[in-house]
């Protein structure tokens, strides 16, 4: 009866241990401090093709760099380099 409880207790943490590990955004593996709203390309990648903002799930950004990401599409859409909507 001991034994099945500790093989039991075993499972459980070795499945934990096997957790997803955290990864980091594309803009915090290049240590980047700023988005460049010129950055056309790399903030295309960040939009659907109706023009929305992937959520940070999505894109895998963190939380200060998506900010950083909707200030700088914004800032494109405002300079037409981007499009409101499509």
């Given at each position: 009866?001991?034994?099945?409880?500790?093989?039991?207790?075993?499972?459980?943490?070795?499945?934990?241990?096997?957790?997803?590990e955290?990864?980091?955004?594309?803009?915090?593996?290049?240590?980047?401090?700023?988005?460049?709203?010129?950055?056309?390309?790399?903030?295309?990648?960040?939009?659907?093709?109706?023009?929305?903002?992937?959520s940070?799930?999505?894109?895998?950004n963190?939380?200060?760099?998506?900010?950083?990401?909707?200030?700088?599409?914004?800032?494109?859409?405002?300079?037409?380099?981007?499009?409101?909507?499509?």
């Amino acid at each position: 009866m001991v034994d099945v409880r500790r093989k039991r207790e075993g499972r459980r943490k070795a499945s934990y241990i096997g957790a997803r590990e955290q990864t980091q955004c594309r803009f915090c593996r290049r240590g980047e401090k700023y988005v460049d709203y010129k950055d056309i390309e790399t903030l295309s990648k960040l939009l659907t093709h109706r023009g929305k903002i992937y959520s940070r799930k999505r894109s895998g950004n963190c939380a200060g760099c998506q900010r950083k990401v909707k200030k700088a599409i914004k800032r494109a859409r405002y300079m037409a380099l981007l499009p409101f909507t499509a």
